[in-house]
């Protein structure tokens, strides 16, 4: 058995978002396999906080949906990673 983590990566987009375009944005996270979690905070709507399985995806194709809309974003970094179990 492996240990399971889940980690949380902040990614900051230059473009200004809309309330609309950040939902759509968190959406397009959301539905890549192994991500668990988008939020951002109102009024702050560049910066992304993504809660993904490090097994599952790497931190790099996080940015694969936002490239694809035309924005122009990149990791920030990693705020924290914790287990969450094990795996067989």
């Known amino acids: 058995m492996s240990r399971h983590y889940?980690?949380?990566?902040?990614?900051?987009?230059?473009?200004?978002?809309?309330d609309p375009d950040v939902s759509t944005a968190e959406c397009d996270l959301c539905g890549l396999d192994g991500v668990f979690a988008?939020?951002?905070h109102p009024?702050?709507?560049h910066i992304l906080m993504v809660?993904?399985?490090?097994?599952?995806?790497?931190?790099?194709?996080?940015?694969?949906?936002?490239?694809?809309r035309g924005l122009h974003a990149q990791l920030i970094g990693?705020?924290?990673t914790r287990a969450v179990g094990y795996r067989k």
Do not use: Q
Request: no cysteine; hydrophobic share 45%.
């Open 78 to 80: 990693i705020m924290e």
């Open 38 to 40: 988008v939020k951002h």
């Open 6 to 18: 889940l980690t949380e990566m902040v990614i900051h987009v230059t473009e200004t978002l809309g």
């Open 51 to 68: 809660t993904y399985d490090t097994d599952e995806i790497a931190m790099v194709n996080l940015l694969a949906p936002l490239k694809a």
């Open 43 to 45: 009024g702050r709507n």
